[in-house]
């Protein structure tokens, strides 16, 4: 029996390909341009299996359009909000992703995000490759101090563990909501709340790390940012439909919200326009995964889901709902 074939629809870092052309037939979206859903079929005719990135949408209708002979999607990805899982399963449709091997870069990001937030980074940054350094001056770029503030942390997987971690050795107090209890928690001596609102009435900083699904999508919105500290921090590098942009934008304004720091946009690369005219945001464009060594790590993961589907042993990390 010859190779499996596998349509892979982005192009994947070198040592990654490597091993996909060695253990595979590749049919590759050589110029790495997004593709329309009406493309997929006719790349992934004949194959076996998809390799995607959370740029491609699989919701019902594109994974209608998929062949018959599509076995399994692997996501370069530990997030599968682009994925219809319940469509998938329905067509028989296997679906993997690439949880923990980005746990540190993300939670380093987030840290990154507050500590911009919090420190003026990008207008201070802005300012001085603009020439307008000036003076130093003793109440110039002044931020927020982390250390000793509350952040709260929502969704207390790995990675909100992880960003738990680093912020223990920032000195700050942690407070976290999630579905239930996380053991680890508590050697951080960090605090449960088994509600959302009563951790935002105690977050002078809140770090956003729960996946996007139907229950999350624009939980922080006006009514939730009311409910936290005036002048509190807001820090996203989960995905960007768990903010309501209009209501964080609203109180970056008034000053309810004294800063954000945020990797991930609702329908990024096209953000919304207003949060480039704010000084009190530091932004960056969804890096939180972008080291060498993460993103080999996360496409080795893709491969190695794959290997074991046409195995026919257990995946490394099948999404089940
Ligand atoms: C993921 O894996 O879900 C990330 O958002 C990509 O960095």
């Known amino acids: ?24 037939d590749v049919v590759m979206n050589d110029n790495d341009q997004p593709l329309d859903i009406s493309d997929y079929a006719r790349y992934a005719d004949g194959c076996d299996g998809l390799m995607i990135s959370p740029t491609e949408k699989m919701d019902r209708t594109a994974i209608n359009t998929l062949p018959e002979s599509i076995k399994i999607i692997s996501t370069f990805s530990v997030g599968y909000d682009h994925i219809d899982v319940a469509a998938a399963n329905a067509r028989d449709i296997t679906i993997s992703n690439t949880p923990d091997v980005l746990t540190d870069a993300t939670a380093d990001i987030a840290m990154l995000c507050m500590l911009g937030a919090a420190r003026q980074a990008q207008a201070s940054e802005k300012s001085l490759r603009e020439g307008g350094w000036g003076r130093w001056m003793p109440s110039g770029y002044l931020g927020t101090h982390m250390s000793g503030k509350r952040l709260g942390i929502l969704g207390m997987g790995n990675i909100g563990q992880a960003v738990a971690r680093r912020a223990k050795g920032f000195d700050m107090p942690i407070h976290y909501h999630n579905r239930r209890p996380v053991e680890e928690a508590n050697v951080l001596d960090a605090i449960y709340h088994d509600s959302i609102e ?124």
């Open 1 to 24: 029996m010859g190779k499996p074939k596998i349509f892979a629809t982005r192009r994947f870092p070198a040592e990654v390909e490597k091993r996909l052309y060695a253990s595979y």
């Open 198 to 321: 009563s951790l935002l009435a105690v977050s002078d900083f809140l770090s956003i790390n729960c996946p996007l699904t139907d229950n999350t999508h624009h939980l922080i919105n006006k009514d939730r940012i009311n409910l936290m500290p005036d002048g509190a921090i807001l820090v996203n590098t989960a995905r960007g439909p768990v903010i309501k942009d209009i209501d964080v934008i609203a109180a970056l304004k008034t000053g309810k919200l004294a800063a954000a720091g945020l990797d991930v946009f609702e329908g990024e690369p096209n953000i919304n326009p207003e949060y480039l005219t704010l000084d009190n945001v530091f932004l960056v464009p969804h890096i939180g995964s972008a080291t060498y060594e993460t993103r080999n790590d996360m496409g080795f993961k893709c491969l190695d889901n794959l290997d074991a589907f046409f195995a026919g042993t257990k995946l490394p990390s099948q999404v089940s709902l």
